[in-house]
Nanobody
Framework: QVNLVESGADSVQPGGSLRLSCQAS????????MAWFRQKAEKEREGVAT????????GYADSVKGRFTISRDVAKNTMYLEMNSLKPEDTAIYYC????????????????????WGQGTQVTVSS
């Protein structure tokens, strides 16, 4: 069983930046793709960004395009989410997720593709 652990969350002011990390307990190269999801209060979990472990191709939700960047470092078994120009509506619990058997992970497909999940970490954007 591969465990995923998120870190880097904090409270920031609007316009600020944060970098989230997701550390996997096993070799990242054994995974097909990974993703960041978020869940706002009383809302369903939504996809934010996805990345293929094999070739690094990415996908983003429209709400974060141009502001967020997903990346991975296979040597460190870590995935990242660089978040810039943060807005109050980015406030949510952020989860990392991994799909083992395939690198087909369109961001709009939602949570059903992913077998592995982190515990979530709170990001708050407020003045």
């Amino acid at each position: 069983q591969v465990n995923l652990v998120e870190s880097g969350a904090d409270s920031v002011q609007p316009g600020g930046s944060l970098r989230l990390s997701c550390q996997a307990s096993a070799y990242l190269g054994n995974l097909g793709c990974m993703a960041w999801f978020r869940q706002k209060a009383e809302k369903e979990r939504e996809g934010v960004a996805t990345i293929s472990i094999r070739d690094g191709s990415t996908g983003y939700a429209d709400s974060v395009k141009g502001r967020f960047t997903i990346s991975r470092d296979v040597a460190k078994n870590t995935m990242y989410l660089e978040m810039n120009s943060l807005k109050p509506e980015d406030t949510a619990i952020y989860y990392c997720a991994a799909r083992v058997g395939s690198n087909f992970c369109p961001v709009e497909y939602g949570t059903k593709l992913y077998e592995l999940w982190g515990q979530g970490t709170q990001v708050t954007v407020s003045s």
